[in-house]
């Protein structure tokens, strides 16, 4: 029924997968003796978080963050909230962040500042995809996308499409362009 709405499958479940099993392979190897706090940034990565940490065989923490930029249109107002604050003290702490999706890199670049005051041994910046200028560095990057606009594996349009289990273009036509 969503995938009426769907004009092509850029990356399919086992593509995910595969892709998800290789970072999570590289942080092993990154973090090898050491416990890692993985802060996923809601509500997009959910998902990847979820398939991410399940991944990594190391001892690892979990908490979110959530911050607010876009609403409910298509594209970057600037503008980035904090709607929901760690539960955690990150002090001392390897700390990973999971984004979905590195789109301007305003959101990325904002929380590492921001983390980074809070003085953790380590911050990493991961994301399953990454598009456009980036002003911040991705330590894990799965995908370099094309500027479409995606949704699935968490993404949303409007808070829907999240439960796709695959990646795909969204038909333009149903966000009116
Ligand atoms: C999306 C995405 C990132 C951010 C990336 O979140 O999950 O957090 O935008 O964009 P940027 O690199 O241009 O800052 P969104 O605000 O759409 O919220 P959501 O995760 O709840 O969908």
Redesign the pocket.
Known sequence: MLEKDIQEILFTEEQLKNRVGEIARQIESDYAGKEVMFIG?????FVFMADLCRAVELPCTLDFMS????GSGTT?SGQIQIIKDLSEDITGRHVIVV??????????HYLLNILEHRHPASVRLCALLERRVKPVELHYSGFTIPDAFVVGYG??YSEKYRNLPYIGILKPQVYGA
């Open positions: 940034i809601l509500r997009g990565s911050v607010s930029s876009y970057s984004e979905d999706i590195l789109d301007s890199g305003n959101t990325l993404l949303d």
